[in-house]
């Protein structure tokens, strides 16, 4: 049997499956024909809501301008991770929306106490292109205002519904920087390069799968805009958070590129390393007198901790004549919890009355005073 029309058939049917595949098609920086990628799916619709404390933009010096966004919050629980990060500008404002793992019954939510976990993120923003003017950045709410002093003052803003298309960014190299504190701060330090001049990072996903992280850097690149093809260098920061994860060691999988880490392969920091020691809160200072020769005397303080990480670091005592002054110091640790509620401590002093003068001396703790006799 003929079959008339071959190539007519033929251009029907390649139509027909285009139709229907879930391929999205890219065209790639060098100008080439169009490559057929994988398509990349809708995000969950489950994922659960972040909190944004503080945002922060750091503009730098150079060609082009370097410019970053500092994130720091609370995800909802310490099972979870900044799993999927999107990034859209509109206008002169970009839209930096974050997104923590869905609580959906998985094995990395599932039965987790519901204690809010620190974080801290830094995210670079493309401005190429743009024209001298203020701009700002608004994070799941929490907005900050940035300014850009460049010689260029043309070109035409985006906006958030504008097309793009995506695309996987280049990763030259990925290096896991290892911080101090409790919840014990981990990032992945990431080099790659935006496929055009253009692009701008769109989506950072996240995903721990037992002891390996999966991590894809996604760009935005504008559709039906003549863009210059040369690559943009870029520099993201992930948080990755192993709080209820496996024992290490850990390995990153950053868009094919690799790195491992083991935290427990880190020594532990000096005590005078430590950040900065705080004040404690006292609240009541008691003498209290033992039994013995010589007698036993101790000074307590009583009050709440800065913290629900804090432990006392440091204590100084200097006497003069009849008084003496105790300070107390706690160590903190950046994005630990406050204590809304006040937890309470006691902290007992032993104080040494054998050669000291017989009168009335006054016990000072962190401006809270007593005072007591000699002979007792």
């Not at 721990?208 to 870029?234: G, H, I, K, S």
Request: aromatic fraction near 6%.
């Amino acid at each position: 049997m003929k079959i008339k029309n071959l190539s007519s058939l033929l251009l029907s049917l390649f139509l027909l499956l285009s139709a229907c595949s879930p391929l999205t098609t890219i065209v790639s920086a060098s100008g080439e024909q169009p490559t057929p990628v994988e398509s990349y799916d809708s995000p969950s619709t489950d994922y659960q809501p972040i909190t944004v404390d503080q945002v922060e933009v750091e503009v730098g010096v150079g060609s082009p301008i370097p410019v970053h966004v500092i994130v720091s919050g609370w995800m909802p629980d310490p099972c979870s991770q900044v799993e999927h990060t999107e990034i859209k500008q509109d206008g002169s404002n970009f839209i930096i929306t974050l997104s923590a793992t869905p609580d959906v019954g998985g094995p990395a939510v599932d039965g987790c106490i519901k204690d809010p976990m620190f974080f801290k993120m830094g995210i670079p923003l493309n401005v190429v292109d743009l024209p001298a003017g203020s701009y700002s950045v608004t994070v799941n709410g929490s907005r900050a205002d940035f300014k850009l002093d460049t010689a260029n003052s043309t070109s035409s803003l985006r906006t958030a519904d504008m097309p793009f298309l995506k695309e996987d960014i280049k990763v030259d190299a990925v290096n896991v920087d290892i911080g101090r504190g409790s919840p014990l701060p981990i990032h992945a330090i990431v080099s790659a390069n935006l496929p055009h001049a253009c692009a701008q990072l769109g989506e950072v996903r996240v995903h721990r799968d037992e002891t390996t992280f999966f991590v894809r850097l996604v760009a935005y690149v504008p559709a039906q805009t003549d863009c210059n093809p040369d690559t943009l260098p870029m520099r993201i920061e992930v948080p990755l958070n192993i709080a209820y994860a496996p024992e290490g060691p850990y390995e990153v999988n950053v868009n094919g590129v690799t790195a491992s880490f083991d935290h427990r392969a880190i020594p532990a920091d000096p005590i005078d390393t430590f950040a900065e020691l705080n004040l404690i809160t006292i609240e009541n200072v008691d003498m209290q007198v033992g039994v013995g020769s010589p007698r036993p005397v101790e000074i307590v303080a009583s009050g709440t901790w800065p913290d629900l990480c804090a432990q006392i670091a440091s204590v100084e005592s200097n006497m003069d004549g009849f008084n003496i002054d105790i300070t107390m110091l706690a160590s903190t640790v950046e994005g630990c919890r406050p204590d809304n509620l006040g937890l309470p401590f006691r902290f007992a002093i032993p104080l040494n009355t054998v050669e000291m003068g017989e009168g009335t001396y006054t016990i000072t703790v962190n401006g809270t005073s007593t005072s007591f006799d000699i002979p007792i």
